[in-house]
């Protein structure tokens, strides 16, 4: 599925962010009673992410991957808040808005994984499992790419200047031949590349702010939680999984998954799909 295919099945719901009313777009799949799954992507990506491992869901849940306030196809004008604690206000009134009802499993990536962090940390009761990969923790981050994709020249940048900084981050930088990849590469350029992209992107990468994991309490986390790990990133490494395994209260299990790096869903969908799955049937595969 290309990223205009993922776009035309998304719907679009309204939340406050502070004072501000934003669009968010989401993929919704499954009965809407089931129990609800849901995926959080991170920076700079959206819910595209995801494109690969949703169908994971059984049947008789119900799969729901929103584009975080400022990205993706949510809306992304000037003006409001992208840090991860205006993130887990949108998470908390989308969940309500579309009647998903906890216990919730949670699926989240990178910053997605410190908006589950913080989620989970202050509604333990409504978070039954949280699979967490590559997840800002603590002081894991921001890393510098990003830092520096919040200074305010980024938004003056026309595409051909922004295109190679976005080539790196999803394609050689990270990992091997961006041809490999070029749809996952195509598809999470294009929100940047669109109209008011690049100033959206500029205020989500200085929405980055690491007082909002460190400040965390990690041991009110009372879910089960699978760190689903790809072992080779050098963003977020693997010991910031085990460290988390550590601290929170729940049962947590690390899984490292081999030739992954930072964008491990992309790099072991098969492998990605078949342990979430393990997680969402009860431990059996």
């Given at each position: 599925?290309?990223h205009?295919?993922w776009?035309?099945?998304?719907e679009?719901v309204?939340?406050?962010?502070?004072?501000?009313e934003?669009?968010?777009?989401?993929?919704?799949?499954?009965?809407?009673?089931g129990?609800?799954?849901?995926?959080?992507h991170?920076i700079?990506?959206?819910?595209?992410?995801?494109?690969?491992?949703?169908?994971?869901?059984?049947?008789?849940?119900?799969?729901l991957?929103l584009d975080?306030?400022?990205?993706?196809?949510?809306?992304r004008?000037?003006?409001?808040?992208r840090s991860?604690?205006?993130?887990?206000?949108?998470l908390?009134?989308?969940?309500?808005?579309v009647d998903?009802?906890?216990?919730i499993?949670?699926?989240?990536?990178?910053?997605?994984?410190?908006?589950?962090l913080?989620y989970?940390?202050h509604n333990?009761e409504?978070?039954?499992n949280l699979v967490l990969?590559n997840?800002v923790?603590y002081?894991?981050?921001?890393?510098?790419?990003v830092?520096?994709l919040g200074l305010?020249?980024t938004?003056?940048?026309?595409d051909?200047?922004?295109e190679?900084?976005l080539?790196?981050a999803?394609?050689d930088?990270?990992y091997?031949?961006a041809?490999?990849?070029e749809?996952f590469?195509?598809g999470?350029?294009?929100?940047w590349?669109a109209?008011?992209g690049?100033?959206?992107?500029?205020?989500?990468?200085?929405?980055t702010?690491?007082?909002?994991?460190?400040e965390l309490?990690y041991?009110?986390?009372t879910?089960?939680?699978?760190?689903?790990?790809?072992?080779?990133d050098?963003l977020?490494?693997?010991s910031?999984a085990e460290?988390?395994?550590?601290d929170v209260?729940?049962?947590?299990?690390v899984v490292p998954?081999?030739?992954a790096y930072?964008?491990?869903?992309e790099?072991?969908?098969?492998a990605y799909r078949?342990?979430?799955?393990?997680?969402?049937?009860n431990?059996?595969?």
């Open positions: 599925m290309d205009e295919e776009s035309d099945r998304q679009t309204s939340v406050t962010v502070d004072d501000n934003v669009d968010v777009a989401y993929y919704d799949s499954g009965p809407t009673d129990h609800p799954v849901v995926f959080v991170g700079p990506t959206w819910s595209f992410l995801w494109r690969d491992v949703v169908d994971a869901v059984p049947d008789d849940q119900r799969a991957a975080l306030a400022g990205y993706g196809n949510s809306s004008y000037d003006g409001f808040d991860i604690r205006a993130q887990e206000g949108v908390a009134e989308f969940l309500d808005t998903a009802e906890g216990p499993t949670l699926v989240a990536h990178d910053i997605g994984g410190g908006v589950a913080r989970a940390a333990p409504q978070v039954e990969s997840a923790c002081d894991s981050w921001p890393v510098e790419f830092s520096n305010p020249e938004a003056d940048l026309d051909e200047e922004l190679p900084k080539d790196f999803f394609g930088g990270l091997g031949d041809a490999d990849h749809e590469v195509e999470m350029k294009a929100p590349l109209e008011g690049k100033t959206a992107l500029a205020r989500a990468a200085v929405g702010n690491t007082n909002h994991t460190t309490t041991e009110n986390i879910a089960e939680t699978t760190l689903l790990w790809g072992e080779d050098v977020q490494p693997i910031y460290r988390l395994a550590d209260a729940g049962d947590a299990e998954l081999e030739d930072h964008w491990v869903v790099d072991r969908p098969d078949t342990e979430l799955r393990r997680v969402l049937d431990g059996e595969v």
